[in-house]
């Protein structure tokens, strides 16, 4: 049974979102705070974490970049912020969705089942890969990615990005393939939310992120994966 924090000031909201993960089946926990979930999230391990982002003493964005050097948990923010240059900080932050409020407890739904499912998925992909001598090495069995023999901490999107360029070296992906396979079928965002988490994915892996030798733009159309003497 997966385990859900949600993080929210507004208690009506809690326990709307509350009582939906539970008619679905999902074991909850909540927090209204982010220091409260910062604590949940020290002593319980959770499947997925449902963040606001307008908190009474940390905001949203300060939780996640917390959360982020704990676990790689996936996270979908509840915002009132519908502008790009927010949605762009939290996924640079690491957020895996964003869902805008006022929003449809059953389309919050989908998107945790949305989310779960693709972080389920990758476990299944038991596989070890290694680029350039070693210098990038991806363990999709315990899904942790090195670089140079120092592990990189990557998000659950950012992985499963990076993992599926990488079976596929050479291969140019166009935004709308990446968004399909990484995000599915329900996706309803921005397709340049690919190239953020393409950014952020150079900032980790690459050792010159303006001059990239793994993950290389295709001009016009997205992305492909650079790598000699993959295994």
Known sequence: MKSILVVDD????REVVLSYLQKEGYQTQEAASGQQALEWIRRSPFDLIILDLMLPDLSGEEVCKKVRQLSSVPIIMLTAKVDEENRVQGLSLGA??????????RELMARVKAVLRRSSSDELLADYLSFNQGDLVIDTL?????KQGKSVSVTPMEYRLLSILARHP???FSREELIEKAFGFDFEGDIRTIDQHMKNLRAKIETDSKHPAYIQTVYGFGYRFHGEDAK
């Open 10 to 13: 507004e208690k009506k909201i």
């Open 170 to 172: 050479e291969r140019a």
């Open 96 to 105: 895996d969705d964003y869902v805008v409020k006022p929003f449809s407890p």
């Open 142 to 146: 315990k899904r942790q990615v090195w």
